[in-house]
Structures are given as structure tokens and as C-alpha cells.
Antibody
Framework: EVQLVESGGDLVQPGGSLRLSCEAS????????MNWVRQAPGRGLEWISY????????YYADSVKGRFTISRDNAKNSLYLQMNSLRDEDTAVYYC???????????WGQGTLVTVSS | EIVLTQSPGTLSLSPGERATLSCRAS???????LAWYQQKPGQAPRLLIY???SRATGIPDRFSGSGSGTDFTFTISRLEPEDFAVYYC???????????FGQGTRLEIK
């Protein structure tokens, strides 16, 4: 059974940093593109980054480029999101999601809440 | 960036009725890269349709998708009580690379 479990969400002050993790199981992690998608409270979904199976291809949404860094450790079946220079508008539930063919997301974690507030 | 506009914002229907949701893209997109999701409160989204018209694993056949170019449609042929939720369309573009979601359609019980 495919499982994605996020962790690391917390309350952080504006300008602060946080590192999210996503532990994967039930599939060959290294062969899949992985993604981070977020959802601000009461709002819609926003894709923010993807990384290829090898880690050699990475892309970010403009809203987080230069502040967030996606990475993965295939030996640990884990995906990460390093978030720096956090802003109030980064407050959201952050989901990791596996890429399906056709560039959609077939499995999602339960999400981890990041709150940026002073 | 390709913008996806979903309509209506809210749809009020009764169980047993047919639901038709629209997703319009700001420029033509490949049907291969258009997907639909369902999200219930407190839950992660669930993939329903990919490639504009293919049902994901385990998705009942009352859910269907169609369309091409800039206009896509998602249909639930006969609403069940568990279908009342928010639905999102999503696209992938390769030039420049990026992924965007529509703003969502809330399907509520009338």
C-alpha cells in the first residue's frame, strides 16, 4: 500500500525557516517524480515544487523560488522541503504528492500545517 | 502561466441529479495533462480523472471527463451523498514548465 507521511509543520515567525519531510512507503520511491502542493486555510490548491526521481530535475513556482528548496534522499525514501524567509502568506497545509502519468498526482499525504505568524 | 477558471463557483444539486462542472484554460493545453480531483473537508485531494477522460484506479463510472483545447468538462452522472465536496481541475504545461489548479467548484446538497 502506497503511503506518504508528512512531518515538520509548526508555528514559525516571519523571516524564519522550517524543514518539512515526507516519508514514502509501498512503492519504488526512486522511480517517481515527487511534488509539494500547499493549501492556505479556506483556499484552493497551489503546486509549489517538483523533483525528479534522481533529483536531477527540479522546478519551483514563482511564489517560492529562491526561498524554498526541494530535495530527496532515495536511500531513506524521503522527500524534503527547506523553507526559508517565511512569510505570512506561506501559512498553509503542505502536502507531498506522487506524480502519476500525465503529470497529475495519484497519491497524497495527509498534510502538515505550517503557520507563519508573529 | 496558464490560468484555469472553473465554473460555477458553487453548484447546488440533490442526490440522484446530474452534475456538470466546467474548467476553462487561458490557452490551449494538451488533454493528456488535464486532471480532476475531489476534496472533502479535512482530507487530501483524491485523483478522479487524468488525461482529461481516464478514470483513476477505483473511481466509479458515474464520474467522467471530457474536453480538449481550452474547454474541459467533468460530469457526475447521478449524485451520491458522498459526492458532495469541492472539485478541482489541474493542468501541466511544459513551456514554461509548471502546474496550476483551478480555484475549485463547491458541490453542495440542495
Amino acid at each position: 500500500e502506497v503511503q506518504l507521511v508528512e512531518s515538520g509543520g509548526d508555528l514559525v515567525q516571519p523571516g524564519g525557516s522550517l524543514r518539512l519531510s515526507c516519508e514514502a512507503s509501498g512503492f519504488t520511491f526512486s522511480t517517481y517524480y515527487m511534488n509539494w502542493v500547499r493549501q492556505a486555510p479556506g483556499r484552493g490548491l497551489e503546486w509549489i515544487s517538483y523533483i525528479s526521481g534522481s533529483g536531477g530535475t527540479i522546478y519551483y513556482a514563482d511564489s517560492v523560488k529562491g526561498r524554498f528548496t526541494i530535495s530527496r534522499d532515495n536511500a531513506k525514501n524521503s522527500l524534503y522541503l527547506q523553507m526559508n524567509s517565511l512569510r505570512d502568506e506561506d501559512t498553509a497545509v503542505y502536502y507531498c504528492a506522487r506524480r502519476h502519468s500525465g503529470w497529475c498526482f495519484d497519491y497524497w499525504g495527509q498534510g502538515t500545517l505550517v503557520t507563519v505568524s508573529s | 502561466e496558464i490560468v484555469l477558471t472553473q465554473s460555477p463557483g458553487t453548484l447546488s444539486l440533490s442526490p440522484g441529479e446530474r452534475a456538470t462542472l466546467s474548467c476553462r484554460a487561458s490557452q490551449s493545453i494538451s488533454s493528456s495533462y488535464l486532471a480532476w480531483y475531489q476534496q472533502k473537508p479535512g482530507q487530501a485531494p483524491r485523483l478522479l480523472i487524468y488525461g482529461a477522460s481516464s478514470r483513476a484506479t477505483g473511481i466509479p463510472d458515474r464520474f467522467s471527463g471530457s474536453g480538449s483545447g481550452t474547454d474541459f468538462t467533468f460530469t457526475i452522472s447521478r449524485l451520491e451523498p458522498e459526492d458532495f465536496a469541492v472539485y478541482y481541475c489541474q493542468q501541466y504545461g511544459s513551456s514554461p514548465p509548471g502546474i496550476t489548479f483551478g480555484q475549485g467548484t463547491r458541490l453542495e446538497i440542495k
